[in-house]
């Protein structure tokens, strides 16, 4: 892999060293989750209460002499606490300490004085070194020997300020499809495996170094609801393809075979597939879009995807809100769609994100440094578990505008907790040789934007078993709709971090397929949890195995517009009788064993 943006200058005296482009990341992970927000990927010290491995890279200094040094970063507990942040790191330039004390303060991304190195040799290491592994993040560094050049903070300062450091870039590669699909989650990758196994060239993008979304090792969740079902059984033999055999949230790594995902997808000759690359623009006109920008999240290499159709498998509906298309976010009112179960006025509560994790044994006494910055935890109020799972959840904040802050709560709400029952819980035997083994970055996602096709499914039409000419997909899960854990708003009335629901069961629903496109970007397909149903029927429609089989619907839409030179409208207008043909196909390998009979 080259790293073309490892290091860039805009005069004899400046440069730029973007942080996730290091050579050697040692501990630290890339996390480009809330780019959209504060501009850029980056490095992450998550080592969970202990340092991780130092991240080292070479530069090339324009000139020797004496450097004032700025590093991009954010004291991630501001938000909750006047106390020095928990992620310092250090700074080492050509074995000199800069500064120790980067992480600590700073109520926002920002780029922080670290202090004069001087340079000796134009060839010089870099060094960022974690100093407790509690999630120490580093954007960039900047080095300039005009002592007056302070980068700016604001987000759209920043980036121009760094448009006009890095000077003038190599043309973004254009890439030339039948299908793009944005979203390598389960949706995004049926959609893509479906439209290549019926004769369409594909590019299926994602934004991590992994496939499979929230059912990867990165987040770990496990598939919900029921696949070949009525009137379409054949739909959800991808699943049994590349689905995990083992089900359960916040297991161990092997439990949701990340290799086998990628196995599937890149035995599929039709499947271009680009880990790494997070989408950030689209180019549009008359109502449909022309291309899609992409990013790589380390190397900062551009491509442009350009396509007769396009797939938002994003979960944020990304793409299609880039590209103007309708939506909904948070819950409808009562009357908009006639909903009991809806509330009697329209707000923005949404279902939140869940931050996982889990501990295990060791043969001895294990410590765990005391962790306190925002959350009081007692005898009364900590909980006294040995790992958290889907209800970990943080409602709230705007899972899209306030993501970071998302994340970062249950990043503090399991710190402090298991701080707590290391150091201060009375009768902690059961803690006592007890270890954190895994803690989430990626946050799993529930809710957030849901694109509108030509029809929005609703709470009727479920309960009522409203039929549709074009029925594809069949929701098998109850309407499942997540709410504050009472005991814990309790205790925590200002932000609580568990969450319940009230299963309300259903009888199998087919919703139509006429939910799987835009309605006013006329050749945009969505599959997942952005589809066009209200809040109360997403309730049902956003489990994965569900989601999947949308990406499988989504894929046969897609090769009757090739083969017909149509839009997606146009498949239901004209061409119902083919889908539903290809619908009881299915394109899944025959004679698989059913791997999927957990969380049904």
Not at 1 to 6: P, T, V
Not at 120 to 137: A, M, N, S, V, Y
Not at 318 to 342: C, K, Q, V
Not at 435 to 448: C, D, F, M, T
Request: aromatic share 10%; glycine share 8%; proline share 5%.
């Amino acid at each position: 892999m080259c790293f073309l943006l490892l290091s860039v200058q805009a005069s004899a005296a400046d440069l730029l060293v973007e942080a996730e482009s290091f050579r050697q990341k040692g501990g630290w992970v890339t996390d480009q989750q809330f780019m959209d927000q504060m501009g850029s990927p980056y490095l992450l010290a998550h080592g969970m209460g202990v340092p991780v491995e130092d991240a080292v890279t070479q530069v090339s200094f324009p000139e020797t002499g004496t450097y004032y040094v700025y590093v991009r970063t954010y004291n991630w507990t501001a938000p909750w606490s006047a106390k020095p942040g928990p992620g310092r790191f250090a700074l080492y330039v050509g074995g000199q300490k800069v500064s120790s004390d980067l992480g600590t303060t700073g109520g926002n991304w920002q780029w922080q004085p670290a202090g004069r190195v001087r340079i000796k040799t134009l060839q010089t290491e870099i060094r960022l070194r974690d100093l407790t592994g509690f999630d120490g993040r580093c954007d960039a560094l900047y080095f300039t020997q005009d002592a007056e050049q302070v980068p700016p903070s604001a987000v759209t300062e920043q980036q121009a300020f760094r448009r006009r450091i890095k000077g003038a870039t190599a043309a973004p590669t254009v890439e030339h499809f039948d299908l793009v699909v944005v979203g390598g989650g389960v949706a995004g990758m049926s959609a893509a495996l479906s439209a290549a196994r019926l004769g369409c060239r594909v590019a299926l993008v994602q934004d991590r170094p992994v496939l499979g979304g929230n059912n990867s090792s990165e987040v770990r969740v496990h598939l919900g609801a029921r696949i070949g079902m009525e009137p379409y059984p054949r739909l959800g033999g991808l699943v049994k393809e590349f689905g995990p055999s083992r089900g359960g949230n916040a297991q161990p790594e092997d439990y949701y075979e990340d290799q086998k995902k990628l196995d599937v997808v890149l035995a599929e000759r039709n499947i271009s597939l680009f880990l790494n690359y997070r989408a950030v623009a689209v180019e549009t006109e008359d109502s449909q879009i022309r291309a899609v920008r992409a990013v790589h999240i380390e190397d900062g290499d551009e491509k442009v995807f350009k396509a007769s159709l396009f797939a938002d498998c994003t979960g944020d509906g990304t793409i299609g809100y880039l590209a103007g298309a309708d939506f909904l976010m948070g819950r409808e009112s009562r009357d908009m769609f006639g909903e009991s179960l809806a509330p009697e006025k329209p707000d923005s509560l949404i279902m939140g994100a869940s931050v996982q994790w889990y501990s295990e044994e060791t043969p001895s006494r294990t410590s765990f440094p005391v962790f306190e910055h925002g959350l009081d935890f007692n005898e009364h109020n900590c909980e006294k578990v040995t790992m958290g799972e889907w209800q970990w959840e943080v409602m709230g904040p705007n899972p899209i505008t306030e993501a970071e802050r998302v994340r970062d709560y249950g990043l503090m709400v399991i710190y402090s907790n298991w701080s707590f029952l290391k150091n201060r819980l009375k009768d902690n035997s059961k803690w006592r040789k007890r270890r954190l083994a895994w803690v989430a970055y990626i946050a799993g996602k529930r809710e957030s934007r849901r694109l509108l096709g030509d029809y929005i499914v609703k709470q009727d039409d479920i309960h009522k078993q409203v039929f549709h000419e074009d029925a594809s997909v069949t929701l098998t899960w109850s309407i499942d709709l997540h709410f504050p854990d009472s005991a814990n708003a309790a205790k925590f009335p200002d932000a609580p971090f568990l969450t319940a629901t009230n299963h309300l069961y259903i009888q199998p629903y087919a919703i139509p397929y006429r939910c799987l496109y835009s309605r006013n970007v006329n050749n945009l397909f969505m599959a997942g949890r952005d589809i066009s149903v209200t809040h109360v029927a997403f309730g049902s429609a956003r489990l994965m195995r569900t989601g999947a089989m949308m990406g499988e619907v989504v894929g046969m839409a897609a090769s009757l517009c090739r083969k017909h030179g149509i839009l997606p409208r146009e498949v239901y207008q004209r061409h119902l009788d083919e889908l539903k043909a290809l619908m009881r196909k299915g394109v899944g390998k025959p004679g698989l064993p059913d791997n999927q009979k957990y969380n049904e």
